[in-house]
């Protein structure tokens, strides 16, 4: 079985869930295949995923989280939501505890406000404090966003904030920034700026944090030269029981089926132990307990 932890889902009914960009604009293109519940349900049955984390889409609905919680209350067996939230935003730690107690949220995910650079304030300010606080009296992962090209700010703090809140599940997306995004590479080579080593040792040491899971995705298999060694050395640091994967989809374009074979062929020289929990068991130990 296999449980995809990173899919963004977009509604076609723009009437019933209204965009709301972070960057108040749509980028081209948006609409043109929406990564409806209805389309990606039919894409996990076709390709065998048993489960899936619906992660909302900031850069359609911004902190408007009601599709994919809406999603999730209709399919919980299938799909958990993990709500993105303002860290920096004082209104933010009452506003989760009511998204995961009355809305049925299954994690939270903090992310940098502006690319390719941002003020450290959602995660180093007394307002992210709380908010980090917030998620983990609630017992829900905490998921983090390190975009390539502000990973060397960004680590550090993570770190801190994984040792200051020990109790709490933190999950780094794209195995913390160890590859850029399309938009990264994008503006990357617009700077005449070379895209770096493809890991940095602040991400891989992560791997003293026992709270700390690494996420991979599409975006690390599309960018590494050999994704089975890709594998090996991020489950050799962090050990099987600590990583998980999440295809992107709706954000990473391509063919699902693509994704999930990309996956299958990754995790091949793994133990079949380890492949079982890298695929499934962790995911769902973290988002759906009573079915890990």
Known sequence: MIFDTHAHLVCEDRQAYPPRPLSGKLAPGEFDLPNSKERFLALMDANGVAAACAV?????????????????????????????????????PALLRDLV???????????????????????????????????????????????????????????????????????IDHVGGAHPAVIEQKWLGEQGLPIGAEFI???????????????????????????????????????????IWGSDIGQSRGDYGHMVAQLRDAVADLEPDAREAVLYRNAAALYAPERS
Request: aromatic content about 8%.
């Open 201 to 243: 040792e602040p991400a891989l040491a992560l791997a003293d944090c026992a709270n700390v899971t690494m996420k991979m995705s599409t975006i690390n298999f599309e960018c590494t030269p050999d994704a089975r060694a890709f594998v090996r050395t991020v489950v050799g640091r962090f050990g099987a029981e600590r990583v």
């Open 101 to 171: 107690k009355q809305g049925g949220a299954a994690g939270v995910r903090y992310v940098s406000p502006g690319f390719p650079s941002a003020s450290l304030d959602w995660l180093a300010s007394g307002e992210a404090a709380a908010s980090f606080a917030a998620a983990a009296d609630l017992g829900i992962p905490i998921c983090i966003h390190v975009l390539h090209v502000q990973r060397e700010a960004v680590l550090p703090e993570v770190r801190r904030l994984a040792e200051r809140y020990g109790e709490a599940a933190f999950v």
């Open 56 to 92: 909302q889409r900031a850069h359609i609905y911004g902190y408007d989280n009601s599709y994919i919680l809406d999603c999730a209350a209709e399919l919980p067996d299938r799909l958990r939501a993990v709500v993105v939230l303002n860290s920096a935003d004082p209104a933010t």
